[in-house]
């Protein structure tokens, strides 16, 4: 993998070299290193690993993706704050299948760094909830169950939703407050 610095650093020669090209009248020579210089900003702005694990994940092969994400040695240096709230967010899905405990970790560094679709951050704040419900935090799980409804303008994610609501109706978990992991005395 290529460091984001190193990448805007390339972009910035090949932009020079495009420059260089058309001045000299290779007009050919200058749209195949500004076509070079556009895939690296793309790049810069879009990890390769990350497309490459949404990609793995879209086919349903969990193991394929965390295979990618592992090559992203150190996220903090390698990836843009976007970047980085995007490997917590599949960190999270793919380990939510194993640690809910650790699910709810990625998930929330997720939301802190910022998602850019509001299906996605919906996605993990429907996560988060369903994870504060099985841990018996029926509050928090309802205020999260609500962002997520509000951010999923398309609908895309009606469906677990009601059915997440359904199933909190049916629960007989008393309301907590957040963070309380004591039953009340009757």
């Known amino acids: 993998m290529i460091n984001k610095n190193i990448k805007l650093f390339l972009f910035f020669i090949s932009i020079g070299f495009s420059i260089f090209q058309f001045t000299e009248g290779l007009i050919g020579n200058g749209i195949m290193y500004l076509l070079i210089s556009l895939l690296i900003l793309f790049l810069f702005f879009k990890n390769e690993f990350l497309l490459l694990a ?4 879209r086919k349903q092969n969990l193991d394929g993706a965390n ?17 980085q709230g995007y490997y917590n967010y599949l960190k999270g899905l793919i380990v939510s299948q194993t640690n809910m405990n650790e699910a709810e970790k990625y998930f929330k560094i997720a939301i802190d760094f910022g998602l850019n679709m509001d299906h996605d951050l919906a996605m993990a704040k429907l996560n988060l909830a369903g994870i504060a419900f099985t841990k018996r935090r029926k509050l928090e799980a309802q205020k999260l169950l609500q962002e997520a409804q509000r951010l999923d303008k398309n609908g895309m994610l009606t469906d677990q939703i009601k059915m997440m609501k359904n199933q909190m109706k049916r629960s007989h978990i008393p309301n907590q407050h957040f963070g309380s992991n004591r039953m009340r005395r009757r």
């Open 54 to 57: 949404f990609f793995q994940l």
């Open 67 to 83: 295979k990618w994400l592992n090559k992203i040695k150190n996220p903090s240096t390698a990836l843009v704050k976007k970047q």
